[in-house]
């Protein structure tokens, strides 16, 4: 698996020669999981099926974090080369809901942090 690289930034960026930044495997695959993650429903043009219901979830009245965690895990279990998650967890801080949850992958396993 090969993908455009992603700095911390989540912005692509220019290699040593020159290049945009390219990466794979394990790195590749924990970029992609992280973009899919912060894709929100709606977003993609050509699918609006696809992205996180982060209106629905996280941005109302009301949060429903388990909502948010299904689709969370959801969206990274429909990631080719993801074999499952586990321990996912989140926290709700002064309105900032963060989480974890473990990748185990066919590159290995892999902790996302958001």
């Not at 700095?7 to 924990?30: E, F, M, P, V």
Request: charged share 15%.
């Amino acid at each position: 698996m090969q993908t455009i690289s992603i700095n911390q930034d989540n912005d692509i960026y220019i290699d040593a020669n020159g290049n945009i930044a390219l990466t794979s495997d394990i790195q590749a695959l924990s970029d992609v999981c992280k973009n899919k993650v912060l894709t929100t429903l709606g977003e993609p043009q050509y699918n609006q099926l696809n992205g996180v219901p982060y209106f629905e979830t996280v941005f109302c009245d009301i949060s429903k974090p388990d909502l948010f965690q299904a689709a969370v895990i959801q969206t990274i279990e429909n990631t080719e080369h993801v074999i499952r998650t586990s321990d996912f967890a989140y926290t709700q801080n002064n309105n900032v809901l963060s989480y974890t949850v473990k990748i185990i992958s066919d590159f290995g396993e892999i902790l996302l942090n958001g």
